[in-house]
C-alpha cells in the first residue's frame, strides 16, 4: 500500500485547511484509515481514523473542529481542519490500519504550520 498526503501548509490561526491521502496498491485488506501528527519533541499522536464502515474517531484536542471523511470512490481520506490554533502545528501522517490496531503503512507527511 502506498500512502500520498498533501494539503499542508502556513495558515493564520483561526484558518482551515484540507489534507487529503490518497491509497493505492493492495487496500483490501484495511480496516481504517487515520491521521497523526507530530510536533517536534511530541510523540505521535492519533488525531483522528475512519473505519471502512464510516465511524469515526477524533483525539478530545481536535473535536467539534477537525472532521475526517472518505471517498471510496477515489480510495482518498480528507481531514478537514477548522479553527486552527498554533498548537496544532506539526507534520500530519496518514496511515492505514489492518486488524482492530495493526497500523501498518504510513505516508510521508505533510507540515502544517499555524502563525499566531
Known amino acids: 500500500v502506498q500512502l500520498v498526503e498533501s494539503g499542508g501548509g502556513l495558515v493564520q490561526a483561526g484558518g482551515s485547511l484540507r489534507l487529503s491521502c490518497a491509497a493505492s496498491?493492495?487496500?483490501?485488506?484495511?480496516?481504517?484509515m487515520g491521521w497523526y501528527r507530530q510536533a517536534p519533541g511530541n510523540l505521535r499522536e492519533l488525531v483522528a481514523h475512519?473505519?471502512?464502515?464510516?465511524?469515526?474517531t477524533y483525539a478530545d484536542s481536535v473535536k467539534g473542529r477537525f472532521t475526517i471523511s472518505g471517498d471510496n470512490a477515489k480510495n482518498t481520506v480528507y481531514l478537514q481542519m477548522n479553527s486552527l490554533k498554533p498548537e496544532d502545528t506539526a507534520v500530519y501522517y496518514c496511515?492505514?490500519?489492518?486488524?482492530?490496531?495493526?497500523?501498518?503503512?504510513w505516508g510521508q507527511g505533510t507540515q502544517v504550520t499555524v502563525s499566531s
Open positions: 496511515a492505514d490500519r489492518v486488524g482492530s490496531n495493526n497500523w501498518r503503512y
Open positions: 496498491g493492495n487496500i483490501f485488506s484495511i480496516s481504517a
Open positions: 475512519i473505519t471502512t464502515g464510516g465511524t469515526t
